[in-house]
């Protein structure tokens, strides 16, 4: 009887197979769009930082420190740590520049991992 059927069984192996690759995939795929979610929301702060700083009855210190709240807000107080902001000029025009240097995640928002850096930029106002 057993000579009859000799791949009795197989198919649970080729079920577990083909869910660990498929969950492997899936995994790579959240953690992208982890990743892309993150630098989303760190440009989307220094943005909003910056236009806080440029306006005429701001200062630096007050977009850095939005920024900052946006990101302790959002994600954790781990992504707000390095946040600077500076006047620059960019095409000709004076600008107020906030950068924002976080870790990158590799295993969901833990883990080791790069180092995001963006920019944002607001035309400064003047009285």
């Known amino acids: ?11 649970a192996v080729e079920f577990l197979l083909v869910s660990v690759l498929v969950l ?14 993150v630098r989303s929301l760190a440009t989307d702060a220094a943005a909003e930082g910056a236009r806080v700083a440029a306006r005429a009855d701001r200062g ?5 420190a939005r920024t900052r709240a946006l990101l302790a807000d959002a994600l954790t107080g781990a ?9 620059t000029t960019l095409d000709g ?5 906030v950068t924002v240097r976080a870790p990158l ?9 790069g ?9 400064e106002e003047t009285w």
């Open 24 to 37: 492997a995939l899936l995994l790579g795929v959240v953690q992208v769009a982890l990743a892309v979610h």
């Open 79 to 87: 992504y707000a740590r390095d946040v600077t902001a500076g006047r």
């Open 115 to 123: 180092t995001l850096t963006v920019r944002g930029h607001a035309l």
């Open 93 to 97: 025009a004076p600008v107020i520049e």
């Open 1 to 11: 009887m057993s000579s009859d059927r000799p791949e009795h069984g197989s198919a």
């Open 60 to 64: 630096l210190a007050d977009g850095a």
């Open 105 to 113: 995640p590799v295993v969901g928002l833990l883990g080791p991992g």
